[in-house]
């Protein structure tokens, strides 16, 4: 296993790029899609990515162990754990709609230490590392100062795969609505997440989420200055939370405070 930290880095960037590549040739261009289930859908090039990105890691790191979107997860037999979702926002690229990316979380001995998130059509890199800050394209980046609820642009996602999940999100929704500046709902989970921590949004919340949607996410969140919570403001477990709030410090509690899941 290769030993220097500065490595893992390299090596997030060069799985990033070359998904980035395969994303944006099929960008424009008629995708083969097929179903996983209600109103959930796979295109081809979510498992040729998915499959680079593997391959092109243990190139490095050959004993690595992964949880992926679409493979699932390998046996656990090693310190070193990537957490991958090859298109983070798959109906946003089935509909060519220009806001997807790909996530890469890295979990080191069980702690989540590495944390990388690519738009391949805007070319921004978004890079945490435990304890070092979070960037974009190598620029450190910071949560926004908005301190109040009233001027905050949030963000949030319906799942529409997994209808109790975004029927309870309906009331949250509709509770936040006229108390903040507005609300957006991109489509991809991840990139809101590296929005909120570079300060583009204020404040995202979504149920039903999984730990390829956030494990990079929560941590650039963490590392630019934010706070993350599960739906009742504890301590945010990415392989066993569900419901994720994320904003800067200055918001958090009156934005958990409006949002209810009895599903963490």
Partial sequence: MASSVLS???????????AGEIIKKSFGSIK???SKGKNDWVTTQDKKVEKHIIDTIKKYYPDSSFIAEESGASPK??????????IDGTNNFIHDYPFFCTSIGV??????????IY?????????????LGAFLNNKRIKTSQVDNLEEALLCTGFITSKKHYAKKNIDNFQKLLFKCRSIRRDGS???????????????????GLNSWDTAAGVLLVKE???????????????LKNKSLIASNKHIFNDLMSNVQSKIL
């Fill in 8 to 18: 893992i880095k390299k090596v997030l960037k060069l799985a990033c790029n070359e």
């Fill in 119 to 131: 738009d391949p059509l805007r070319k921004e890199f978004f890079y945490a590392e435990k304890g």
């Fill in 189 to 207: 989970a991840a990139l809101d997440l590296a929005y909120v921590a570079c300060g583009r949004l204020d404040g995202f919340w979504e149920l």
């Fill in 77 to 86: 037999s090693s310190r070193i754990q990537w957490i991958i979702d090859p």
């Fill in 32 to 34: 083969k899609i097929s």
């Fill in 224 to 238: 630019a200055g934010g706070v993350i919570g599960n739906s009742k403001g504890k301590t945010f477990d990415i």
């Fill in 107 to 116: 979990q080191v001995d069980g702690e989540l230490n590495y944390g990388a």
